[in-house]
Nanobody, 117 residues
Framework: QVQVVESGGGLVQAGGSLRLTCQAS????????MGWYRQVPGNERDVVAT???????YYTDPVKGRFTISRDNAKNTVSLQMNSLKPEDTAVYYC???????????WGKGTQVTVSS
């Protein structure tokens, strides 16, 4: 049973930084794409950044130049370094990992990021 667990959320002032970390455990396979979505109440869950196991990355436009996604394939972990945070970055951030054999996308339970102005 694959489990995805996030850590590192919290409260920060605008302009500050946070680092989110996520580990996918319980899989004998290296996850395919891993990454982060975020969601605010009343809105859909939107993609923030993704990383393929080959190292290709994607960032949604609002975070380009401020957020950096990185992976440790040996540990099936993915991190999101968030700099120059803005109040509009406030959301619950969800990590996901795509299991290669079944194609199943596994989600974490989410971690709250709050940016005060």
């Amino acid at each position: 049973q694959v489990q995805v667990v996030e850590s590192g959320g919290g409260l920060v002032q605008a302009g500050g930084s946070l680092r989110l970390t996520c580990q996918a455990s319980g899989s004998i396979y290296l996850m395919n794409t891993m990454g982060w979505y975020r969601q605010v109440p009343g809105n859909e869950r939107d993609v923030v950044a993704t990383s393929s196991r080959g190292g290709s990355t994607y960032y949604t436009d609002p975070v380009k130049g401020r957020f950096t996604i990185s992976r440790d394939n040996a540990k099936n972990t993915v991190s999101l370094q968030m700099n120059s945070l803005k109040p509009e970055d406030t959301a619950v951030y969800y990590c996901f990992g795509d299991q290669p054999v079944t194609g199943t996308r596994y989600w974490g339970k989410g971690t709250q990021v709050t940016v005060s102005s």
